[in-house]
Nanobody, 117 residues
Framework: QAQLVESGGGLVQPGGSLRLSCQAS????????LGWYRQAPGKQRELVAD???????TTADSVKGRFTISRDNTKNTAYLQMNSLKPEDTAVYFC???????????WGQGTQVTVSS
């Protein structure tokens, strides 16, 4: 049974940094595209960034230059380094695994990020 567990969220002041982690188990992590998504209250879930098996990265314009996605396939773990955080970055952040070879879409339970003074 595949499982994704996010961690690293919390309360941070504007301009601060957080590093989120996504630990995967029960799945061949390296075969999947890893995405970080977020959902703010009253808004739809949106893609923040994703990284393919080969390391190709896509980043949303709203976080470009501030957030960095990475993955360590030896540890079945992905990261989202978030710098220069803004109040509008406040959301629940989810990690996701997907593959064209697997019809299932895997999600973690999410971790809350709150940016406030």
């Amino acid at each position: 049974q595949a499982q994704l567990v996010e961690s690293g969220g919390g309360l941070v002041q504007p301009g601060g940094s957080l590093r989120l982690s996504c630990q995967a188990s029960g799945i061949i992590f390296s075969r999947y595209v890893l995405g970080w998504y977020r959902q703010a209250p009253g808004k739809q879930r949106e893609l923040v960034a994703d990284i393919t098996r080969g390391g190709t990265i896509t980043t949303a314009d709203s976080v470009k230059g501030r957030f960095t996605i990475s993955r360590d396939n030896t540890k079945n773990t992905a990261y989202l380094q978030m710098n220069s955080l803004k109040p509008e970055d406040t959301a629940v952040y989810f990690c996701n695994l997907r593959s064209v070879l697997d019809p299932r879409n895997y999600w973690g339970q999410g971790t809350q990020v709150t940016v406030s003074s």
